[in-house]
């Protein structure tokens, strides 16, 4: 499992919106007043409410199991890579034209992600988040 701390920032009537931070490896070390701050990130990700009592700044942990983090970096960029590689090659092959090959290998990630995006619904359902509260 995956744990990261967070807290919750909005309670709607069917999720809870929380926001976690993301640092840097380097903004924990000694030199951290040099770095920028672009070094951390807030994130919110939101996850289906369950019926328990949330209040917006209540600490909380979030859990997600690793084999959906994997699952989930074959889905962003492993998959988007090899399609377009195998347009590329297959469209250099088929026109020897390097050009339409390049385009032809850019523009498959459109209707990829625009895909993605129509499955959302049924991505999140794949990819659940958990909520543990830190006492």
């Known amino acids: 499992m995956i744990r ?4 919750v ?27 920028s701050v672009a070094d951390f990130q807030e ?9 328990e009592k949330h209040v917006p700044g209540q ?12 699952k989930a970096l074959f889905y962003g960029y492993i998959f988007p890579f090899l399609l377009v ?14 050009a339409l090959a390049g385009l032809s290998a850019l523009g498959i990630l ?3 992600y625009i895909t993605l995006y129509f499955f959302r619904q049924h991505l999140k359902k794949v990819f659940k988040f958990e ?5």
């Open 59 to 70: 600490v909380v942990t979030i859990l997600f199991r690793e084999s959906a983090g994997f």
């Open 85 to 98: 590689m195998l347009t590329l090659i297959l469209v250099s092959v088929t026109t020897k034209n390097e």
């Open 9 to 35: 920032k909005r309670v709607t009537g069917t999720s809870l919106i929380v926001s976690i931070v993301n640092k840097s490896a380097c903004s924990s070390c000694h030199a951290n007043g040099a770095c």
């Open 110 to 112: 459109a209707p990829y």
């Open 131 to 135: 909520l543990e509260e830190i006492n």
């Open 43 to 51: 994130k919110e990700i939101e996850i289906p409410y369950v019926g």
């Open 4 to 7: 990261h701390k967070g807290f």
